[in-house]
């Protein structure tokens, strides 16, 4: 445990802002497919600790948005974070592991959208540009 502890540590320092927020939604993305499986499998502990640690992560994403610059991709982004919450609440009041599939879809498919980017700026760093 402790070497991949480093190794996050070491990810997390050397990475782009852009980077980091595809890491985010790594983390985001797969605490919510754990709460899944805690719910599934009746695990309280499980689901309640990674619907948290979701609902931080998605927090984070939207308190980070800079909502004078980012303009309507900024206000769709929040409501999109405010559906998120919702769904991940839903998840844990009903204890229903399909009210996550959404969330999961939503930020599988703009977690894309952030790796196409940080590939594009790695590339252009790798050139020197």
């Known amino acids: ?3 991949a502890q480093a ?3 070491t990810q997390i320092s050397t990475a782009s802002s852009v980077q ?3 890491l985010l939604y790594d983390g985001a993305i797969s605490s919510m497919k754990l709460a ?3 719910i599934v499998e009746k695990n309280s502990n499980d689901k309640a600790r990674f619907l948290d640690r979701a609902l931080r992560i998605v927090g984070e994403l939207s308190a980070s948005l800079n909502m004078e610059v980012g303009g309507n991709i900024s206000t769709d982004l929040r409501r999109l974070y405010e559906y998120i919450q919702f769904e991940l609440t839903q998840a844990n009041m009903k204890n229903e592991p399909a009210c996550l599939e959404g969330p999961i879809r939503c930020l599988s498919v703009i977690r894309e959208a952030w790796q196409e980017l ?4 790695t ?3 790798a050139v020197g540009m």
């Open 36 to 38: 899944q499986e805690g």
């Open 20 to 22: 980091i927020v595809v």
């Open 7 to 9: 190794y996050a540590t």
């Open 1 to 3: 445990m402790v070497g």
């Open 123 to 125: 590339k252009s760093k």
């Open 118 to 121: 940080a590939t594009q700026e």
